[in-house]
């Protein structure tokens, strides 16, 4: 990850702590408070009016929210005190997401698979409750929005509060920002698909431009590279999309020679910092398939534009024997100084490590060299 957003408080948390009440003080308290009723949220009014409009509404989406808590909440009343303290475990470790991303020994995380080990028929139940809260057909509810706000509300609150309209998993496509009618889609971070409890946390609810999301990422676990061969799975660590400290990713790029157009992509060498930052880029460079898209921007239309530009202005420079036009190394300098105010403006940050590599190939040491390879 390039960059790290900064988390906006919302009204939409409210849902989320709806769904820890319903956690743990009505699934937990199962097996000691008797019967399912509408009495079990008194502690919670506002909740308590959802849940009573859902009860005796005519809406599908809130009748089947009502019944997946009630049948839920009896299949944990027949539950021991130790498996209900395990399952106290698992919800608090899957909602600590810093703490899952540092691939922290401290986190009891749990996905369907392992709750299913000893729990499949609740397992199955909570999957399809969980899976569903993120949907529009709930939040859209009016008893339900009224409390909690609208998912485009907290989109555009997100977006003002982080600028650059970047995606911070790629860095080179854009998101839709503050000026668009329309928004790009949340990405869960931790899949819905494979963990329980955090499907409607926002702290696992990223804006991530369409590529990152639906054609490289998908429903793929960050914290677990593909299995080995032998097939054992082992944890990894992964950045935190709202860390607080960010030490940004270093790119170098190393061309193996001067003639771009027989240059393949797996000659392409790119090379990422810092080194204490390793395990979580390997993730990233994983997840995000971010290789093969850098080199591909490189090797493409971007790349040659790039080396059309320093062309152009070399030419000019020398034909008006420097009144106009850069030589390369002053074109050169005022990337990187491009690059430092707004690295990710206009791909930057691949556009300086990319000319920093042709120049390091000796590409810029003649003009007949760069028409060659332009």
């Not at 909440?73 to 395990?86: D, N, T, V």
């Not at 940004?248 to 080194?275: C, Q, R, Y």
Request: with cysteine; charged share 25%; hydrophobic share 35%.
């Amino acid at each position: 990850m390039l960059f790290a957003y900064t988390y906006v408080p919302h009204q939409m948390e409210r849902m989320h702590r709806f769904i820890n009440f319903i956690v743990y003080q009505i699934w937990c308290r199962a097996p000691k408070a008797g019967a399912f009723s509408l009495d079990l949220f008194d502690a919670n009014p506002p909740l308590k009016e959802v849940m009573t409009s859902f009860a005796y509404g005519d809406t599908q989406a809130g009748d089947r929210f009502y019944t997946q808590v009630q049948a839920i909440y009896q299949s944990f009343s027949g539950l021991p005190r130790c498996e209900i303290a395990q399952f106290k475990r698992w919800h608090q470790g899957n909602n600590n997401l810093e703490d899952v991303c540092a691939n922290s020994p401290r986190v009891h995380r749990a996905r369907y698979a392992d709750i299913a080990l000893s729990h499949p028929k609740l397992s199955d139940q909570l999957a399809v409750f969980f899976k569903g809260l993120y949907s529009d057909s709930l939040l859209n509810l009016a008893a339900l929005r009224d409390k909690i706000g609208d998912i485009a509300n907290h989109y555009q609150a997100f977006v003002k509060r982080n600028k650059g309209d970047k995606c911070p998993f790629c860095g080179i496509s854009d998101l839709l920002g503050e000026y668009h009618s329309k928004r790009d889609a949340y990405d869960h971070y931790l899949p819905k698909a494979i963990y329980p409890f955090n499907s409607i946390n926002f702290r696992n609810l990223v804006p991530a431009c369409h590529h990152c999301n639906s054609s490289y990422k998908t429903s793929k676990d960050p914290t677990y590279p593909p299995k080995d061969p032998a097939g054992a799975t082992t944890r990894r660590k992964v950045f935190f999309p709202f860390a607080k400290a960010h030490s940004g990713i270093d790119i170098k790029v190393t061309l193996p020679h001067v003639n771009l157009e027989k240059m393949t992509p797996a000659e392409v060498a790119l090379s990422f910092g810092p080194a204490g930052s390793a395990e979580q880029i390997e993730t990233w460079k994983d997840v995000y398939g971010i290789e093969e898209r850098y080199r591909a921007k490189l090797l493409g239309v971007d790349g040659k534009a790039w080396l059309v530009e320093v062309l152009d202005e070399w030419r000019w420079n020398e034909q008006s024997a420097g009144a106009e036009g850069k030589a390369p190394e002053k074109y050169l300098q005022d990337v990187s100084r491009h690059t430092q105010r707004s690295p990710y403006a206009n791909s930057n940050f691949l556009k300086d490590s990319f000319l920093q590599g042709c120049k390091a190939v000796g590409l810029f040491d003649t003009v007949d060299q760069v028409v060659a390879s332009a």
